[in-house]
C-alpha cells in the first residue's frame, strides 16, 4: 500500500507545483516531466501548462518530448477555439433581426470575453443562456438556417424538455460544434432554485450588444454549481473547473465591490453553499487570495458538523488528481458518492431512480458512452 | 439588396481551374469552380448589388449576359453567404 | 541497445514489472503485459527495435494485460489500457498481440496533434519519398511490404507522419499488418520476409505482421523529402497503368484522409499544398505485384538520372 499512496502524493504535488510556479518547470527531471504529463493529459491542464510556459518564454526550456505534448495540446485547443467562435459568427447571423439577448455561458463565454480561464483550455460546446419564452422562435430559425437537432430517444428528449434547465443540443448539418441552448442555470426539479431573472437583469454586453456574457459574481456562481451539481460518476469534481473558479476569483477580485457583493448575490441566488464550498478548497488547493472576512461571513453557508467534515473530505478526495497507475478505490467512491449527491440535489428522488435505472438499463443492453472504435478503420475516429 | 465582402483573409490555391480556399476564421477549406471564385473576386472592391454581381461576374467568365441561370447565380451566392465568405445587407440608397 | 539485447525472461520482467520501453520512430512507449503469449510475440517481433536512453520520457503508456476481477475466469479476455484507461472493449486473448499494435496506432492517431498524421504508407530510396495515401481495401500495405522487400526503406505503413517545420516525412517503421489474402501474396513474393502468426477471426479477418527489414528499423531517425504521390489500386486481373493525377484531386485526396488534418488547421492546409505542389501524383492500377514495383524503380531512377 505504501507505494501506491506515496506515488499518488507524487504525481499531486507535480501538478500543483506546475500550476503554482511554472517558472521552476525548466529544472524538471525526465520522470517527473513524464508523470505530469500523464496527470496533466487526465486532469484536461495539458494546455494549461503550455500556456503558463508560452507566457513565461520558457517552452524553448524544457525536455523537446515534453514541448511536442504541449504542442499538440495546444493545437487542439487552437483550433477548438477558432470553431467555437466562427460557430458563435453563424449564430448571429441566422439570428439576424431577432431581438433577444444571448448570453455566452462557461467557456464559450470566458472565450469572447476574453477572460483569463479561457487560456490554455479545451471547450467541446457553445453553451447559450436565452430567455425561456424566446426559446422556440430561436430553435425555429436555427433549424431554417441549417441546424438541426441531434438524434436522440423520445425518452430523452421529453426528460430535457420537461425537467431540464437546457433543450436538447442543436448542431449545424455541415459543422460539428454543438450548441446547447439553456434557459436557467439548473434543472427545474433542483433543490436549488435557479431563477434566470436577476442573471439576465445583471449580465454585461460585449462587443456585439446582442451577445451578453454573466455578471462577474454569477459568473463566479454558476462556475461552481457547474463544478460541484454537472460532475461525471468516473471524472469526479473536475479539477480543471476549480482552476476556472480560481481564475475568475483572481480577476474579478480586481474590480471593486465584487468581493463585498459575492455572499450576497449567491444568497439572493440560492447559491451559498456551492460558494462556500468551493472557496474553501480553490484556498486549499490553489491558494486563491478570498479577503478572510468574506470565508468568516459565509460560515453560516456550511453544513452541520459532522456532515461539513465529511463533505469536506468527500470533496477534497473527488477534485484531487490521481497516478494513473495507481487509482485509489477510495478515491473512486468518493467520486461516485459527489455523483449522485449532486443528482440528488438537482432531482427529486423518484426522477432520480428512475433516471438512473434508465441509465443502467442503457448500459446493459450496451448503449455505452465508451464507444468501441476498434471495428472501425482508424480514419473514422 | 447589396452582397457584401466579408473579408477575412483568405488562402488560395488554384489547380486545373479548381480553386481549394481555405478560410482561418472558419478553419475550414472550400473547394470551388471558376464562377463561384469570380463572385468572391468582383466584391473586392466592396458591395454590388446582386444585379451589377450578376454582370460583372459573367463578364469575367467572358460569357454574355444573362448567360448565367438566375437560380444558379442565387444558389452561389447563398451558399457563400451561408459558408460566412459574404453578407447580404440593405442598400442605404434604397433605404428610404 | 535493441529488444533482441534482452533475453525472453528479461523482456518479460520488464513488461510485467515497470514495464517494456521501446522506440517507434518519434515516440517513445512503455508497454506493460501480464500475459506470457505477448511477451513471447513480442521478442521474437520487436526483436530489430530499439530501446530509448534509460532517461528518455515515454510518451505513451500503453497495457495489454488480463482484466482483474471476476470476469478473468468466466471467458480469458484482454484489455487494451492507456494511463489506466480502457478505451475498447475486450479482446479475445488470443488477439492479444494485434490489440496492442492497434491500440498503439490509435495513441498516435488520436494525440500526436504537434504533427499533421496522413493516412498513408510512405517508403524513400536515395532521399525521396513516394507517399501511398490509403483508400479502403486498395492493397498500399501489400504493394508497400513489397517495395521494402526490393530495396526501398520504409517509412511507416499506417501514418504519413509530416513535421510542421519543414514538410519533412518522419519516419515511424512499425509492423506491418498485412489482412486476408494480402499474407499468401507476400509469402510467395518473398518468402524470405519475416511474418509473424497468422491471428484468424480477428475485428478485420485474418491478420499477420511482416517486421520490416531491420535497415528500416536501424535509420528511423533519418526523415525524407516526399517526391511522389502515388494513389494506389489493386485489381483482380486488370493491366497495369500509372497516370498522372490531377493535383486538385490529389490535394482532396491527402486532405480528406488525414486523421488530423482538421485539427492542425492552416498549418495543414499548408503543408498539404505545399506537398502537392512539389510532388509528382499518380494514380496507380496493378494486379501483379512485380509491375507495380518495376514502374516505381522506374520513376524512382528517372529522377536520379
Redesign the interface.
Known sequence: MAKPASENRRAQRLLFEALQAPEKLPALPPADWELLLRVARRNRLLGRLQSDLEQANLLGQIPPRAAAHLRASHNVIAHRQTLISWEVNRLLWALKGIDVPLILLKGTGYLLAGLPPARGRIFADLDLLVPEDRLGEIEERLVERGWFKTDIDPYDDRYYRVWMHEIPPLRHRERGTEIDIHHRLLPKTSHLKSDPAPLFAAARPLADPRLRVLAPADMVLHALVHLFLEGDPDEGLRLRDLVDVHDLLCHHGQEPGFWAGLALRARELGFQRPLFYGLHHAQRLFGTPIPPEVLRGLADAAPAWPIRGLMDRLIHLALLPEHPDYPSRLAALARWLIYVRAHWLRMPPGLLARHLSRKAWLRFRGFRKRIDLAQLDLKQQ | MLVSPLADRLIWQEWDDIYIVYQPAAAATHVFNETTVLILKCLQQGPLSMEVLRHQTEAALGVSQDELAANDFEFATTRLEELGLVEFVDDPSTAQ | MIVGDLSRRELADRLAGEGLALQFGPF?LRIRSNLGSFASLAHQLYEPYPLPEP?????F?VDISAPRGLRRWLRRQACFGI???????P?TIEHAFP?LE?GI??CV???????LLL?SAAVERNGRAIVFP?S?GDGKSTLCTALIHSGWRLLSD?FGIVRPEDGMLLPIPRLIPLKNQSIEVIRKFRPEAIIGPSFLET?KGTVAHVRPPVESIRRAQEPARPRWLVFPRWVAGAPFTLEAM???QA??SV?T?A?NY??????A??LV?EM?RSCDAYSLVYSDLDDAVNALDKLSQASDG
Open positions: 517513445n532517461a528518455a520520457i515515454s510518451d503508456h494511463d489506466g484507461q480502457l478505451p475498447f472493449a479482446y490489440a492497434w496506432n490509435w492517431a488520436t494525440r500526436a496533434h504537434h504533427l493516412h490509403a479502403p499506417e475485428r490531377p493535383k486538385s490535394f482532396l486532405a484522409n486523421f482538421e485539427v492542425l488547421d492552416e498549418i492546409f499548408r499544398t502537392v
